[in-house]
Structure formats: structure tokens, C-alpha cells
């Protein structure tokens, strides 16, 4: 075939048909199953936005949100903190959670949560104790943000 106008023209026009028989195809087949999906990750998102202000997994797993006192782009959210915690046993860091969830499918990632045990400041007590509908929606929350950033230097023993 030669690419002459009216060639690329009648093949537009072809694609063009496809697109829009393939879009109308689509919504009388599953329209209500795809939309409740939508919907349903885009409550469990807000929600995960929520509960992940309301409980402070900024406080150490975002750069600068306590020195900023939260003044932080949610883009830049929960990528992981390189200023360590010191305690006892040695210096740990707030994870990069954008990466670390991204390895995770929903159910590995509630089963993870529910038995979590990690070094201090960690508070994994409370992801522990959270419901699956939570865990859920800080997993969509996470998810949404999307994998960016670096891994945190590894925990350091003392001495
Ligand atoms: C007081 C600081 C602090 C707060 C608040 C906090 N974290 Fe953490 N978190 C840490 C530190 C430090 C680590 C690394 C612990 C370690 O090295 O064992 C960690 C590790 C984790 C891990 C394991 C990641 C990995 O790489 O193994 C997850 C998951 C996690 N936090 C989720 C959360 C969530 C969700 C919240 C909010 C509900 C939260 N954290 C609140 C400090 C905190």
C-alpha cells in the first residue's frame, strides 16, 4: 500500500471506527463491574490519604514533613526518610514506603501489615491491629502515589 493521502485518510478513519466501536463494545459489556471498580479505588485512595495523615506515617517516612510541620507535596510523600532514629540497639531509618508497597499485591501486603515486627520508632503495633478495609485503602493510597524515589541506607547497629 502507498501512504498517499487518501490512503492515511481511509486508514484514519478505520482506526478511528475501531476506537470508538471498541469503547462503546466495552461499555455495554461490563459497565457497572468496571465502574464500581473505579469508584471503589478511588474511595479507598481518599481514604488512604486520610488515615496516613491522621496517623503520622509522615512524621518518619517523608523527608522534612515534621521540620516543614506537614508543608510537604503529597508527590513527595512517603519516599523515605535518610535523617536515622537513634536508639540502644542503633540508627534506623524510616523506609521508603512507595517502593516497599509497590512489591506487594493487596492480600501479601495486608498479611504482611498484620504481623509486621520492626526495629523502634516503628509504631508496627498499630499496623498490626488495623482492619482489612484500612490496610486496604493505605495500600491504594500508596499504589496511587506510585513507585518513586531511593531505598533508605540500611539500619546501622551501634558501635
Ligand atoms: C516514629 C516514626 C515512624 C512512624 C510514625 C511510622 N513509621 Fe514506619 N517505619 C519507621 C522506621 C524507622 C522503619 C524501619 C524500621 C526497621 O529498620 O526495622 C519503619 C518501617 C516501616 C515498614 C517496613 C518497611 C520495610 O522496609 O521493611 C512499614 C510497612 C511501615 N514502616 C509503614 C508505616 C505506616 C503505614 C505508618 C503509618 C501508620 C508508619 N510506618 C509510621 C518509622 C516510623
Known sequence: MKFNFTNIVVT???LSGLF????????????????SEFYF???????????????????CHTAGYLQLKG?????????????G????????????L????????EEEWIKMAKTLKT????PHPILNAMNN???QAIYWFIRYLGPSGKPVPDFKPNG
Not at 462503546?24 to 457497572?32: I, R, V
Open 12 to 14: 484514519s478513519i478505520i
Open 20 to 35: 470508538f466501536w471498541n469503547l462503546a463494545e466495552s461499555d455495554t459489556t461490563k459497565p457497572l463491574k468496571s465502574k
Open 133 to 135: 478495609e484500612d490496610l
Open 71 to 83: 508543608n510537604v507535596p503529597e508527590n513527595k510523600w512517603l519516599m523515605g526518610d535518610t535523617i
Open 41 to 59: 479505588k478511588m474511595k479507598s485512595v481518599e481514604k488512604g490519604r486520610f488515615l496516613v495523615k491522621q496517623l503520622g506515617c509522615n512524621d
Open 98 to 105: 512507595r517502593l516497599f508497597v509497590d512489591t506487594f499485591k
Open 85 to 96: 532514629w537513634r536508639g540502644p540497639l542503633g540508627t534506623s531509618y524510616g523506609s521508603n
Open 119 to 122: 526495629r523502634p520508632p516503628m
